[in-house]
């Protein structure tokens, strides 16, 4: 697990000197909505589902993306889960076709854990994807046959630090935090190994037992396939979980 999260930073270092490239920076203002639910039928198995809706610019201006994600989840124990799914991706419009829709499909695979630190809570996880775009012809009048494929490894970490000295409850407010890192692989990368870093903080506001609201800032900084051009996204963002556990009550 060490030897992950060190290349992590060493690729996130390495992006920052960018191989002494000039680097052209484009600003971006964004709003992204999502829904996540998380429902644990037994013991061992659950699943996750998420879906998406993002803006393109200046906030309130068009779309750029929407997309759905889901997948069955194996639990071990109640700190630690293993979920794969799938997930597809429409993306509008795409990078360097701005009349042109395309859409990816997106097998993955993750584990996430668990740690409280008192009233604290802390939750991690290391997520792969296959990303498969679909082809786009030069003039961007139809798709091209075949895909561009790339796998891509996320490392994210959470933190929930509550208001409240009862710690997370109903009707109550914590400060929140993530950051995630992500990281291209495969032949078809060839500058952007670093492809982006997430980091957000926000207020959260716990509906109920299951149920949980947050918002906040989230800064995005992702470099494109050229290796010296990076977009710096500005992004409001808010986000509804929920995490129903629907096991019998022994």
């Not at 075949?146 to 929930?160: A, L």
């Not at 609201?213 to 500005?234: C, E, S, T, V, W």
Request: one cysteine or more.
């Amino acid at each position: 697990m060490n030897k992950i999260l060190l290349t992590l930073i060493c690729c996130f270092l390495l992006s920052i000197n960018s191989f002494g490239q000039t680097k052209q920076t484009t600003d971006i203002n964004r709003l992204w909505f999502g829904f996540f639910n998380q429902t644990r039928f037994s013991d061992k198995w659950g699943i996750w589902a998420d879906a998406h809706l993002r803006t393109e610019k200046k906030f309130v201006e068009e779309f750029s993306q929407a997309f759905i994600r889901v997948g069955v989840t194996r639990y071990f124990g109640d700190h630690t889960k293993l979920t794969a799914g799938y997930a597809f991706l429409n993306e509008f419009p795409a990078e360097n076709h701005p009349t042109f829709s395309r859409y990816e499909h997106r097998p993955w695979q993750q584990i996430q854990w668990h740690t409280n630190y008192g009233k604290k809570k802390m939750m991690q996880w290391i997520r792969t994807e296959q990303r498969f775009k679909r082809k786009i012809l030069a003039d961007s009048s139809d798709f091209a046959p075949g895909y561009n494929f790339n796998h891509r490894i996320r490392y994210n970490i959470y933190y929930d630090v509550p208001f409240k000295k009862e710690g997370v409850v109903p009707k109550s407010f914590s400060w929140v935090f993530n950051n995630e890192i992500h990281i291209n692989l495969g032949k078809e990368i060839v500058n952007n190994y670093f492809d982006q870093n997430r980091f957000f903080t926000g207020i959260k506001y716990q509906i109920n037992k299951h149920d949980n609201i947050q918002l906040g800032y989230m800064n995005l900084f992702q470099q494109l396939p050229a290796g010296n051009k990076y977009r710096d996204f500005h992004v409001i963002r808010l986000f509804y979980f929920q995490n129903l556990d629907l096991r019998k009550k022994k």
